[in-house]
């Protein structure tokens, strides 16, 4: 492919793949962080209801011993975590594709040794 194809039309077809990809991504964040709200709520108002039939002084105990902390120190946590390598891997799978292309326009070459001197000097 010659360096003018490559800039007019390879290029702009990776710029829109990425943004679509994060559109997708931006979309399922929301859906999860929707998810783990929902959730949490629904367990605390069901939790909320057997709470509401003790006395006031055994409901501070109820409340210790059965609060949802795993949504927020287990759930939340392991999903946002599993969404940061995602973002990370696509990123890194970009950055090698812009990489090549720009250097298949300078007529430098590819390859991966030259995607980790970049990334290093950034």
Not at 20 to 39: A, P
Not at 51 to 59: H, I, V
Request: charged letters at 30%; glycine letters at 8%; a negative charge.
């Amino acid at each position: 492919m010659d360096a003018s194809y490559r800039c007019q039309e390879v290029l702009p077809l990776f710029r829109s793949d990425a943004d679509e990809t994060l559109k997708g991504l931006r979309f399922y964040l929301d859906t999860l962080e929707k998810f783990i709200d929902d959730e949490k709520s629904n367990e605390i108002s069901r939790l909320k209801r057997h709470a509401d039939g003790l006395s006031p002084d055994k409901q501070g105990e109820f409340w210790a011993w059965h609060y949802p902390v795993h949504w927020d120190e287990i759930f939340a946590s392991q999903l946002r975590s599993s969404f940061v390598l995602t973002l990370m891997s696509l990123a890194e799978s970009h950055v090698g594709m812009i990489t090549e292309q720009r250097d298949g326009v300078g007529g430098m070459g590819s390859g991966h040794d030259k995607d980790l001197i970049y990334l290093d000097k950034g």
